[in-house]
């Protein structure tokens, strides 16, 4: 690769001489260009090695950023406690053939996903809650006089790459007083329901939402790391959104992300949609015949659609769903494909998704058995099938760290 970056370079230059241009001015304009167009972020590293032109470019902060507008970041692996990781890290890297697999085995090393390694000590453990775009947003839980308090959540957000943190303030009691949440009126108030959202004009710039569920409606707490500070964001009447909700079933699957909304199974039939930019809760319907225990995932499909893919009741092939416009310009599920048993195992579970990808792990025994699996990346577009990684699984969800390699990546805390 460096001796074909380098030939091309030579082009430049004498065709620049040729044409009486600046050589300097011409070269590195196209050299840019060109390495703007290296698909693999590992390749483009290999290239800043290749001599100080090359590394001088790719370093410079404005050439990352375009690249990475560019260009999708990676699936590095997943996040979670001993007994989801095989490793005692709290991270679980990709793992050959993965082409990720180089990338993520350096990651350990050079970075920090054990989260007691840098944030503050508590009497409980620090737990992962969501990730997005290399941030991580982690919970404690808090005992106040021996009793379990579900508003008194201790909430961080980290750079596990460089090690940043900030600690959130906790959500103020006037604010809280405001909106009419009482303690003994709350049903859910859970680290699945505590979520990231980043913002798109800047980098460094995020968003964390809470959702408290509680008897009546639901309540919506806005942080913003630009103020600094908590503020309200939305409240529903389940009343209002006229849909039977099953509160058991609503703690069995977490949020599902795409398009700027997150989307909550509440029965049967029904998902409950938050627009993370418009602060607003609605409902849409699931596809047909979705039996009340099928596990499901709702990924981005490209052109604001949304694909949708559950299994089986007998875990023998997936469906594929994806939205289109009917006549009267609202969005309806179409069945797109049936895909036969995915993975080489006879039991398996899908067990999240992101960046285009939804993740399968299929268990050469059985689940309940907790020997182990096999994590498996299906590709949205393409429907190709790639194997990931072992996995110790005890949870029915994996969170992906997707990202791009430290010396890549932003500073984004």
């Known amino acids: 690769m460096a001796s074909l970056f380098r030939s091309l370079l030579r082009f430049l230059k004498a065709k620049a001489r040729r044409s009486k241009l600046p050589v300097l001015d011409l070269s590195e304009d196209l050299l840019w260009e060109i390495l703007l167009r290296i698909g693999s972020p590992a390749d ?35 996040l979670g406690n001993r007994s989801i990781c095989s490793g005692t890290s709290g ?24 989260l007691d390694s840098y944030l503050p000590a508590r009497r409980n453990h620090w737990d992962y809650c969501d990730a997005c775009d290399g941030r991580v947003l982690v919970d404690c839980i808090r005992e106040l006089h021996g009793e379990f308090n579900f508003l008194d959540v201790e909430l961080a957000v980290c750079d596990p790459l460089s090690c940043q943190w900030l600690l959130l303030p906790p959500i103020p009691d006037d604010l809280v007083a405001s909106v009419q949440v009482q303690e003994r009126n709350i049903v859910r108030f859970w680290p699945f329901w505590t979520l990231l959202v980043p913002c798109s004009d800047d980098e460094t710039l995020f968003r964390v939402i809470a959702v408290t569920n509680c008897v009546t409606k639901l309540v919506v707490f806005v942080f913003s790391s630009d103020s600094g ?10 009343v209002d959104l006229n849909v039977p909700h099953d509160i058991s079933m609503m703690r069995r699957h977490k949020p599902q992300r795409a398009h700027g909304f997150f989307f909550w199974r509440v029965n049967s039939t029904k998902l409950l949609k938050l627009d993370t930019a418009m602060m607003e809760f609605s409902t849409d319907n699931l596809p047909p015949v979705h039996h009340y225990d ?44 049936v895909i036969p048993k995915p993975v080489p195992y006879d039991d398996f579970a899908i067990c999240g998704g992101a960046e285009g990808y939804i993740f399968l792990v299929g268990f050469p025994k059985s689940r309940y058995t907790l020997d182990g699996g096999v994590c498996f990346s299906l590709e949205v577009k393409t429907l190709k099938i790639e194997r990931v990684s072992n996995m110790k699984l005890k949870y029915y969800y994996l969170l992906p760290f997707i990202g791009y390699p430290p010396a890549m990546s932003p500073r984004v805390i």
């Open 294 to 337: 099928l596990h499901f995932v709702i990924v981005e499909a490209g052109e604001d659609r949304l694909a949708l893919f559950s299994q089986n009741s007998d875990n023998t092939f997936l469906n594929y769903y994806t939205t289109v416009q009917n006549k009267n310009k609202s969005y309806e599920w179409q069945m797109m494909n």
């Open 91 to 114: 991270f679980q890297p990709v793992e050959p053939p993965h082409p990720n697999a180089p990338v993520a085995r350096a990651l350990p090393r050079a970075s920090h996903f054990r």
């Open 44 to 78: 483009l590293i290999r290239a800043s090695a290749a001599c100080v032109t090359f590394r001088r470019l790719i370093a410079d902060p404005c050439f990352l950023r375009r690249y990475r507008s560019i260009h999708p970041p990676l699936l590095l692996g997943f």
């Open 229 to 238: 500070s908590w503020s309200f964001g939305t409240s529903r009447n389940w």
